[in-house]
């Protein structure tokens, strides 16, 4: 087999393990050098391959791809930018094409999550009608959680695991003080219409009376009278109440509770403010005393809370879209198969990204309780597994030690593209 380049972009909000995944692609690259020439990266997702602003990884040493394994966010930039219909503006896909040909680069690494399974789908079928040989597999992320097939998806298991300690951590801190101050305290996290980062918040508590004692999902229309029911009943019961509140909570007509009223490049409605919303209800309509929390980019960035299980699933889709790719299989992705529970064991399949894209993966009724507070046995099964084992970063001067690029630009061969 002839020896030609690859190229890797991270797309979208970043996650603590997206750079596991990137270390598994580069290090799987590196072990087949003589089938791989150079690993290039986009600067900046997939604008990086537009503007043909490129990193050149093969500069990197071992030592600092092996260190992107313990490094939160997006070692080369990721961004929020949706490629055009395919048929109303070819020019953008011809560009990337163009850029692929310019540098040799044959194998595609788009690591992200829905959106960017569709565009990674695009670009196959676009190379195909064009007739050049490239072999386009996307790398699964988000923490979300919100991708279909795959049995769950890297970067949500450290989150979930963030978003569980965080919330035993604060409801020890309000029930050492709700006889005199605060009563009830509400986290905000993220799920925009899903609701696995909520129902991970319910893994600090199982049993009568322990926190959190209401998780609001977006997948059930939220009622005002019936939580602030709920609230009043426990902390009358309990002396408090601990709530997590998805980000995607809405009424029954599909309003936001916290909508901010504009959208984000891949048309989404831009949300934040539903924990300061709910409390402000909480304190109309009851009176209490509140405190409220959103964890925004922190629980995405905690990699020095990541699961051991998600760092491991996660460098092992990296590995294995590259072993896809050498095998000849395109426009796929990896997936993660669960074969047990207990013991957790799991293995790394595949799936056509015709399947993937576009589609996203809600809570399962039979995962939230019948009061729809909750989650339920089942859900517990299904999520306890994915925030075990701790994988801490090295330290160095009481901080993680994270891996430091030198990316290292390729010069440019082709005119200047506008994006």
């Not at 988000?142 to 979930?160: E, K, M, R, Y």
């Not at 709700?178 to 991970?200: D, K, N, P």
């Not at 901010?260 to 209490?288: E, S």
């Amino acid at each position: 087999m002839a020896q030609h380049n690859a190229f890797y972009a991270q797309s979208g909000g970043v996650t603590a393990v997206i750079n596991a995944s990137a270390c598994g692609v580069i290090e799987t690259c590196r072990r087949h050098s003589d089938k791989i020439g150079k690993v290039y990266a986009g600067h900046n997702g997939i604008i990086g391959a537009l503007t043909e602003d490129l990193i050149d990884v093969s500069q990197e040493s071992d030592d600092t791809i092996a260190a992107l394994r313990h490094t939160p966010a997006g070692a080369f930039g990721s961004c929020r930018y949706k490629l055009k219909d395919i048929e109303t503006h070819r020019a953008q896909y011809e560009r990337l094409i163009e850029v692929f040909k310019a540098h040799d680069i044959r194998y595609f690494f788009y690591n992200g999550g829905g959106d960017s399974a569709d565009t990674c789908l695009k670009v196959s079928q676009l190379s195909e009608k064009m007739g050049y040989p490239l072999t386009a597999i996307h790398v699964p992320k988000t923490v979300d959680n919100d991708l279909p097939i795959t049995d769950n998806s890297p970067g949500f298991g450290s989150v979930a695991k963030y978003i569980a300690t965080s919330t035993q951590e604060a409801a020890l801190d309000v029930a050492s003080m709700c006889a005199t101050s605060t009563q009830v305290f509400v986290l905000e996290v993220m799920g925009r219409h899903a609701g696995w980062i909520a129902a991970a918040g319910a893994l600090a508590g199982n049993g009568e009376g322990e926190p959190p004692h209401l998780v609001i999902f977006p997948e059930l229309p939220f009622q005002r009278a019936q939580v602030m029911q709920r609230v009043d009943e426990s902390v009358k019961k309990y002396g408090y109440c601990v709530i997590v509140v998805s980000e995607g909570a809405h009424y029954e007509d599909g309003t936001f509770l916290a909508d901010a009223g504009n959208t984000d490049a891949f048309g989404h409605r831009q949300l934040g403010g539903v924990a300061p919303t709910l409390a402000g209800m909480i304190k109309q309509d009851l009176g209490y005393k509140y405190h409220w929390a959103v964890a925004d980019y922190l629980q995405r960035a905690a990699r020095h809370l990541a699961s051991k299980t998600d760092v491991e699933q996660a460098y092992a889709v990296g590995q294995k879209a590259v072993e896809l790719a050498l095998d000849g299989k395109n426009a796929m992705m990896p997936t993660i198969k669960r074969v047990s529970d207990t013991p957790y064991e799991w293995r790394i399949e595949a799936a056509p990204l015709a399947e993937v894209a576009n589609k996203e993966k809600f809570m399962p009724r039979e995962y939230i309780r019948e009061d729809g507070f909750g989650i339920t046995e089942a859900g517990r099964r299904y999520l306890s597994p994915l925030i075990q084992g701790e994988d801490f970063p090295p330290f160095e001067d009481g901080l993680p030690k994270v891996a430091k690029l030198d990316k290292v630009k390729v010069a440019r061969k082709l005119p200047t593209f506008e994006l």
